[in-house]
């Protein structure tokens, strides 16, 4: 399956240089990320959670990491924060395999919040909306489209 349509476009529109990578089917982010012989460290994972019960939020961390939910709710000023069930988020990214949304919150409507351990690397790897492929640009150009909000949220697993 390739990269939505959608997805491709706005990247072509905003002249962002990437590139796609083609997988053997993964559902997991260290799956991915063994499937494109990619660190863990480097490649980022989208974890959608609700604050508030009512907005809902890209999370993003590395594949290696989870998403510590206390910490994020420090951040986010709240203490009332969960994961988003798969019911909640299917409509979001109606484009995307489920699961497989890539952290362009900016497309979707969604503050998109970035775990600062992302930013040790140039570039930055993400699902591409399947669980086949992954896209990866510099992490420079992906801050310039798109203008995560970055805090220390993620816990490394174990």
Sequence with gaps: MPIPAHISQYLDSQHIPY???????????????QAQHLSGKKLAKVVVVVRDDKDMIMAVVPASHRVDLERLG????????????????K??????????????????????????????????SFNAGTHAEIIQ??????????????????????
Excluded: K
Aim: proline share 6%; with cysteine; net charge negative.
């Design 91 to 124: 409509d979001v990214f109606p484009e995307c395999e489920l699961g497989a949304m890539p952290p362009l919150g900016n497309l979707y409507h969604l503050d998109v919040w970035i775990d600062e351990s992302l930013r040790s690397n140039p570039a930055i």
């Design 137 to 158: 640009m510099f992490f420079n150009d992906f801050e310039q489209l798109v203008h995560p909000q970055t805090a220390s949220f993620g816990v490394l697993l174990h």
């Design 19 to 33: 590139r796609a990578f083609t997988h053997s089917r993964a559902y997991t982010a260290q799956g991915i990320a």
């Design 74 to 89: 420090q951040v986010l000023n709240t203490n009332r924060i969960r994961l988003a069930t798969e019911e909640e988020f």
